[in-house]
């Protein structure tokens, strides 16, 4: 098992320097220049010149960014235009509240989608199976930032039982987490509904039932085993999604997290900022992704027998 695991670890490694080289490309052609974040609009040629001298800035594109990637390497993500701070430290403040942000919200949305969309398989023509459905459609159609305003409007101004801004304190993230996972938790449980609709009518459920296993165990041990492969892959694409989803949901709520981190450094063009909240981001997802495949590793008998020993 080893083996895969390490294959895919190394398979990583030129996807997450791809998405690096895509971002510091975007950010490079992206209209603005440093010397007028840093010195101001009223700037000597002078002051400017040492400014581009010093952030390597007169370099040609191959040369800065491959002088970017060894700096990542040493964790070097630079200083702050804004600031003049050291990005990694900017992000070791904010990781924190998102990694939280994310990890509550990804509880609520696998808690709350599993249960629901396994029973709404199992009888699939009922009035819960039918309400599930739409209400799951409307989840999936919700803008986010939407729903984090009249969720805003609704139990902060309205009613007064929550704050209107985010925080670590348990009030503080109830709001944001019901707004980032909303959509993901429809998309879960339309996911494993259709997962477990495709089990139930496999032949060896049918053979099941005509050797008497007990109804509560043909659902629990023989067809949920089989509809949780594609249903791990969702909610591991959920988890990268919902990083992205952040930005919007932590601006809502004024979240100190890294997506308004990476919100403010978008508004103040501090481009160290930026690409290393970026660069971060995309680390997380790809290594969320390689989980995913390790718990496909356990789960799935096909790539245990692909990777077993004397094969």
């Given at each position: 098992?080893?083996?895969?695991?390490?294959?895919?670890?190394?398979?990583?490694?030129?996807?997450?320097?791809?998405?690096?080289?895509?971002?510091?490309?975007?950010l490079y052609?992206?209209p603005?220049?440093?010397?007028?974040?840093?010195?101001?609009?009223?700037?000597?040629?002078?002051?400017?010149?040492?400014?581009?001298?010093?952030l390597?800035?007169?370099?040609?594109?191959?040369?800065?960014?491959?002088?970017?990637?060894?700096?990542?390497c040493?964790?070097?993500?630079?200083n702050?235009?804004?600031?003049?701070?050291?990005?990694?430290e900017?992000?070791?403040?904010?990781f924190?509240?998102?990694?939280?942000?994310?990890?509550?919200?990804?509880?609520?949305?696998?808690?709350?989608?599993?249960?629901v969309?396994?029973?709404s398989?199992?009888k699939p023509?009922?009035?819960?199976?039918n309400?599930?459905?739409a209400?799951?459609?409307?989840?999936?159609?919700?803008?986010t930032?939407?729903?984090?305003?009249?969720?805003?409007?609704?139990?902060?101004?309205?009613?007064?039982?929550?704050?209107?801004?985010?925080?670590?304190?348990?009030?503080?993230?109830?709001?944001?987490?019901?707004?980032?996972c909303?959509?993901?938790?429809a998309?879960?449980?339309r996911?494993?509904?259709?997962?477990?609709?495709?089990?139930?009518?496999?032949?060896?459920?049918r053979?099941?039932?005509?050797?008497g296993?007990?109804?509560?165990?043909?659902?629990?041990?023989?067809?949920?085993?089989?509809?949780?492969?594609?249903v791990?892959?969702?909610?591991?694409?959920?988890?990268?999604?919902q990083?992205?989803g952040?930005?919007?949901?932590?601006?809502?709520?004024?979240?100190?997290?890294?997506?308004?981190?990476?919100?403010?450094?978008?508004?103040?063009?501090?481009?160290?900022?930026?690409?290393?909240?970026?660069?971060?981001?995309?680390?997380?997802?790809?290594l969320?992704?390689?989980?995913?495949?390790?718990?496909?590793?356990?789960?799935?008998p096909?790539?245990?027998?692909?990777?077993?020993?004397?094969?």
């Amino acid at each position: 098992m080893y083996k895969y695991v390490i294959k895919r670890l190394l398979a990583l490694i030129p996807v997450i320097l791809g998405v690096i080289f895509i971002i510091y490309l975007i950010l490079y052609l992206t209209p603005g220049d440093a010397v007028t974040t840093i010195l101001g609009v009223n700037y000597t040629e002078e002051a400017a010149e040492r400014v581009r001298e010093e952030l390597g800035l007169n370099q040609p594109f191959l040369v800065q960014f491959g002088t970017y990637v060894l700096n990542l390497c040493r964790l070097d993500f630079g200083n702050s235009y804004i600031t003049g701070l050291p990005v990694i430290e900017q992000i070791a403040a904010r990781f924190p509240a998102t990694f939280i942000l994310v990890f509550v919200s990804m509880a609520l949305c696998t808690i709350l989608s599993l249960p629901v969309g396994v029973q709404s398989a199992v009888k699939p023509n009922s009035f819960f199976s039918n309400f599930t459905s739409a209400l799951s459609m409307i989840g999936i159609a919700l803008p986010t930032f939407w729903l984090g305003l009249m969720l805003i409007l609704w139990f902060s101004v309205g009613l007064g039982w929550l704050p209107s801004t985010g925080s670590l304190s348990v009030k503080g993230l109830i709001l944001p987490s019901i707004t980032l996972c909303a959509s993901f938790m429809a998309g879960t449980m339309r996911t494993t509904r259709s997962s477990m609709l495709e089990a139930l009518n496999q032949d060896y459920i049918r053979t099941a039932k005509a050797k008497g296993v007990a109804h509560k165990d043909v659902i629990n041990k023989h067809a949920l085993k089989n509809a949780l492969l594609p249903v791990i892959t969702v909610i591991g694409m959920n988890v990268g999604s919902q990083l992205g989803g952040s930005v919007l949901t932590e601006t809502v709520f004024a979240f100190p997290g890294l997506g308004r981190l990476l919100m403010d450094g978008i508004n103040t063009r501090d481009t160290p900022t930026v690409l290393g909240a970026l660069v971060v981001m995309a680390l997380c997802i790809g290594l969320c992704n390689l989980l995913v495949d390790i718990i496909f590793a356990f789960v799935d008998p096909r790539i245990k027998s692909q990777y077993s020993k004397g094969r």
